[in-house]
């Protein structure tokens, strides 16, 4: 691992010129035009993390499109799952911002996250498993709750509205995600597959402007892959969801990203298309390995 | 854990309704013209006072999953409240008082809900414990609160409701069964409502549910302040229909222990279990006492019956944990299923 | 209004400090248990009066003082590695919350029986300690209380000595970190919880002996628990040190305050105080003394 550092250490811009255009801003200390105008939706600004000693994350600067797909991959221990946990405020970085739309954050206020446009999934399964799968979804819709409990009690006012609401919401989306079938079981009893797809479900009817996906397929069987990659696409292009995504399985990664990340002992040693990080040997051979025979879209 | 709510069709959901419908049915009804006042004044009183309890316990526990050692101090708040009230508003309606010592309860509940928002499992559970040292104190150190009385024990006010006196025990039987009714529904309502949706994703993943924008702190408070109005209302019925006294010693630490038993035994986030619960708790030492009696004769004096039902409450409290997790509720409806499949097949 | 008397508060914080380290003594039952089987026990006033209760009874019927001793050790330890194997085994991998549970069904059970097998009333129990305070520099200490706290930091040490270097004791730390680990390596888990239930019960029998003689051996006893509880939240649940400090804390502050601002309140604020103070404390530091702060994993 030590040789790949060393090959890997340099500035990622120097390896990936197409991405010149979104580095320079977050080198120069960039003004809000110049981040409208690379129309980023989501940045990082020098964040770094440890805990107690240990780094998780060092100088990380990155920068997510409006509307693209971005993928964030790194072998296990590399930083990923941290860097969504700062993204979404679990944790609170020692150092750098992060940037979402006009706004700037040392810690993200965690319980603003869903006003802010952002909904996740969790790299373990976080449903609520006393509820049923189509409670689950609609709870993904509580941050947009202004009825009273009163008022839901007694069904007067707004709570009628909302609640016939939030049904044709999560409706629309368990259809979109094959769930219907399974939508009055408890979350706790479905299989793990399914539970994942819950997640999903959950996060997308909450209609999120950037969607970060941990590990989304981690632990499925290659059919649920392939209908769970259809469905990240779908949601990426019909509502033009921004997302970032986790995921150790190469093949889907290239298949669904548009711009790919690679984090190692916390830093970030790439940055680029799929092409740029397939095609770069140093990459090839330090980290993707056997891997590289899928590369090109066929998926594993 | 809530049973799953299965699609059902419409005739099935009349059915739904139809069990409690004729439960209330013979609740009011049939018991009056049978019940004897043993059966009232030991059994049913009781029962639905605690019943109501396990109702508010159950929404603050069972569905919000913050575990409350403190609950008789919330039928202390309740039932003092409704008595000063009664006493030192003049013309204020008994329905008014009892309204006023949920909201007293509430608020006090919502005061010692406030570690809630810092602390979790058993550090809110010790915590909760605050409130039933600090609230008996208060009852038993001031005397303001008992109207100077020299015992610290004072009677209930005669209950009446528009000019009907509910005095005599079917009479108050009557009262308490309305009351309870009615925040039962309440509570139905509430828990299948986004409120109550909000209070199970804190319960099951309180991490999750902030990410996911569940307003955790809100939701934590409002279990709270809800759960107290309940329970403060039980400690009236309590003190009103079943005791007719009002005192502190009456509230103590094993009361609140009690309440967290009916609901562990009945069923944690079942409301109908609050009742199977409390109907075991109030039954079971009944027929402890004459059965002990009966197999010991003189032998079975108070002493050992008090020490033989504590032994056995503990027992069962340890059995269901193991054997019956989900509580009687549970154990009732896999015996129906049952049951209804044997006669299916006949 | 010079007239602050140090001498006598010196008297009530070493008064405080000393009935501290009693509650500490409690409070390590709790945590040893907690720190290895990651279950509060509230079962542990409940033993400390079973403890009591038996040896008292035994003493008077007129076995000798050793020997009522060890026959009452023998029997918590039977009594813990009961409870180990009956009520905690079956309930492997509940949650937290279920087991404290049953430990409360089990503190009834406990109670019930004790009071059942020695009947309900009132023992005087006697160490052989007069209780003659001694004067230390014109401050007046309690020779018991002294004695007590000398017995409890003794054996506080002595734990905390076990815990750290012996054998079993490295197993104890091992379990207590992690489980699933503990297993891999081939610690026999069940064989250290029993040793565990068996160290609690001699734990409940010092602690009860202690608070027996200062309190009478009757069943308000086991309420012992309801003052090492703060204790708990104050140190944290699986600290040794954090029970220790937290009994000195709670101990000292109780006392100062009873006497000092007590009368403001009409009295009687023990009951509460001490959760007061932990409360207090945890609002600014959540965490508690010494006990770590989990990163929340999701």
């Known amino acids: ?300 | 854990m809530p049973v799953a709510t299965l699609e059902v069709s419409a005739p099935l959901r009349m059915l739904h309704w139809l069990y409690p419908v004729l439960l209330l049915g013979c609740a009011y009804l049939i018991i009056p013209i049978i019940g004897t006042n043993y059966l009232f004044e030991a059994i049913l009183l009781p029962f639905l006072a605690l019943s109501l309890a396990g109702v508010g316990l159950n929404i603050l526990t069972g569905y919000a999953g913050q575990v409350s050692l403190g609950s008789a101090a919330f039928l202390a708040v309740g039932a003092f409240a409704a008595y000063n009230f009664n006493l030192r508003v003049e013309g204020l309606p008994l329905i008014g008082c009892i309204v006023l010592a949920g909201f007293a309860a509430a608020a006090i509940g919502i005061v010692f809900g406030l570690p809630s928002l810092r602390l979790k499992g058993f550090y809110l559970a010790v915590s909760t414990l605050a409130a039933q040292f600090f609230v008996q104190w208060a009852l038993t150190k001031f005397n303001w609160f008992s109207d100077n009385s020299a015992s610290g024990v004072i009677d209930a006010p005669l209950l009446s409701v528009a000019g009907v006196a509910f005095n005599g025990a079917v009479r108050r039987y009557l009262f308490s069964l309305t009351v309870v009714t009615l925040l039962t529904l309440f509570a139905y309502r509430l828990v299948s409502s986004q409120t109550g949706r909000n209070f199970i994703a804190v319960r099951d993943n309180e991490a999750a549910a902030r990410i996911i924008g569940v307003p955790v702190l809100k939701t934590k408070l409002v279990a709270f302040a809800i759960s107290s109005f309940i329970i403060g209302v039980a400690g009236v019925l309590w003190a009103f229909t079943y005791l007719r006294t009002v005192e502190p010693a009456g509230f103590n630490l094993d009361r609140s222990f009690q309440i967290l038993f009916i609901i562990i035994i009945g069923g944690l986030a079942s409301i109908r279990g609050a009742f199977f619960g409390a109907a075991l708790l109030v039954v079971s030492p009944l027929i402890l006492s004459r059965l002990g009696s009966f197999l010991l004769g003189d032998l079975f004096n108070s002493g050992v019956l008090e020490m033989s039902q504590r032994i056995v409450l503990g027992v069962l409290i340890i059995l269901f944990l193991i054997l019956e997790p989900d509580g009687l509720v549970s154990l009732w409806d896999r015996i129906r299923k049952r049951t209804i499949a044997r006669l299916k097949k006949r | ?298």
């Open chain 3, 1 to 298: 209004m010079s007239g602050f008397d140090w001498q006598f508060f010196l008297e009530v914080l070493i008064g405080g400090l000393l009935s501290g380290v009693m509650y500490s003594l409690v409070a390590i039952g709790f945590v040893l248990i907690y720190k290895t089987s990651g279950v509060l026990n509230f079962a542990q006033g409940a033993m400390l009066l079973f403890a009591a209760l038996t040896f008292v009874s035994l003493v008077e019927r007129g076995v000798p003082f050793a020997l009522a001793l060890i026959i009452t050790f023998a029997v918590m330890v039977a009594i813990g590695i009961a409870i180990e194997r009956v009520v905690l085994r079956p309930l492997t991998n509940r949650p937290p919350m279920t087991l404290f549970m049953a430990t409360l069904g089990l503190s009834y059970v406990l109670e019930g029986a004790a009071q059942l097998l020695w009947g309900t009333q009132v023992h005087g129990l006697n160490l052989g300690i007069d209780d003659v305070p001694f004067e230390v520099g014109g401050i007046f200490i309690s020779q018991f209380d002294f004695f007590a706290a000398a017995v409890a930091a003794a054996l506080v040490l002595s734990l905390s000595i076990f815990f750290r270097y012996a054998r079993v004791g490295l197993a104890f730390r091992a379990v207590a970190d992690d489980q699933f680990a503990a297993l891999a390596v081939g610690l026999r888990l069940p064989r250290i919880w029993a040793t565990v239930w068996a160290v609690a019960g001699l734990v409940a029998l010092v602690a009860g002996l202690l608070w027996g003689a200062r309190l009478g051996v009757q069943f308000s006893l086991s309420l012992v628990v309801l003052k090492a509880l703060p204790v708990l939240v104050l140190g944290g649940f699986d600290s040794v040190p954090g029970a220790i400090v937290g009994g000195l804390i709670i101990g000292a502050s109780e006392k100062l305050a009873e006497v000092y601002i007590g009368e403001y309140f009409g009295g009687g604020i023990e009951s509460w105080f001490a959760y007061v103070v932990a409360l207090a404390f945890l609002l600014i530091r959540p965490s508690g003394i010494f006990g770590q702060k989990l990163v929340e994993r999701v």
């Open chain 1, 1 to 300: 691992m030590n040789s790949m550092n060393r090959v890997l250490g340099g500035p990622a811009t120097a390896y990936f010129p197409a991405d010149v255009a979104a580095e320079r801003w977050e080198l120069d200390g960039p003004g809000e035009e110049a981040y409208a105008a690379a129309d980023i939706a989501l940045g990082l600004e020098g964040v770094s993390l440890s805990f107690g000693g240990v780094v998780a994350l060092e100088n990380i600067d990155l920068a997510v499109r409006r509307g693209e797909i971005k993928a964030i991959i790194g072998p296990n221990g590399a930083g990923k799952s941290s860097l969504i946990n700062i993204i979404s405020g679990v944790y609170r970085p020692d150092h750098g911002r992060v940037r979402m739309a006009a706004n700037r954050f040392t810690s993200v206020p965690t319980q603003k996250l869903a006003h802010l446009g952002i909904a996740r999934t969790f790299q373990n399964l976080a449903l609520f498993k006393g509820l049923s799968v189509v409670d689950n979804v609609i709870s993904g819709r509580a941050y947009k709750v202004r009825s009273t409990f009163l008022g839901q009690v007694l069904g007067v006012g707004r709570s009628r509205s909302e609640e016939a609401d939030v049904h044709g919401r999560a409706t629309k989306v368990l259809n979109f995600l094959n769930l219907t079938h399974v939508s009055h079981r408890l979350a706790g009893s479905l299989p793990y597959g399914l539970q994942k797809r819950v997640e999903l479900a959950r996060a997308l009817v909450a209609e999120p402007a950037i969607l970060l996906l941990d590990e989304p397929m981690a632990g499925m069987t290659e059919p649920e892959k392939a209908e769970m990659t259809e469905f990240v696409r779908a949601a990426n292009r019909e509502h033009g969801t921004t997302i970032v995504l986790i995921e150790h399985d190469i093949g889907v990664v290239m298949e669904l990203s548009d711009n790919i990340a690679v984090l190692d002992y916390g830093r970030k040693i790439a940055d680029g298309t799929p092409e740029e990080i397939g095609s770069d040997q140093r990459v090839i051979d330090a980290y993707l390995g056997i891997a590289a025979e899928n590369i090109g879209g066929e998926g594993i």
